[in-house]
């Protein structure tokens, strides 16, 4: 006891004290450096790291409005576009909405499955054969095209 009457720290409470700021600090930069850089990356980045390489053109949303045959064009911009969904494929994992049958050599819309709860049940059939407006960024995937869409204010039927 200190001459107030006050006890004095033992060595396992400093210790304790010590280890539980550390670990606070600890837990600060790593939210800081971890968590907050994750909430700028989209999960298909995520899972594919090579779609992450820094492009000063991720951040720009100048919307350019565009045929969806003219995509390739806009690569990497934010665009606008509308069309018919001819073509749709749903998966557990991802569902794509085509304006083309021959959707290797077109723009595709994707939705990846942590998304779906976003949109109408069965949203590959709800979108097929209707007009479309979309909104979004043109990447490029393993030489596709696409727009990945996540949320459903990025397309409209507009018939």
Known sequence: MTETGEKKPTGFTAKAVTITVAALIVLFFVKI????GLHEVSPRELRHPAAAQEDPQRW????????WKDA???LGQYVETEGVIVASHKTEKICYLNFDKNYKDSVALVI???NF???PDSLEKYYLNKKVKVEGRIKDY???L???LGSREQIKIVQ
């Open 33 to 36: 450096w971890v968590v907050d």
């Open 60 to 67: 720009d949303k100048t919307k350019h409005v565009m045929q």
């Open 72 to 74: 390739a064009k806009y």
């Open 112 to 114: 990846f499955a942590d």
């Open 117 to 119: 709860e976003r949109f």
């Open 142 to 144: 393993k030489g596709r």
């Open 146 to 148: 696409e727009i990945v």
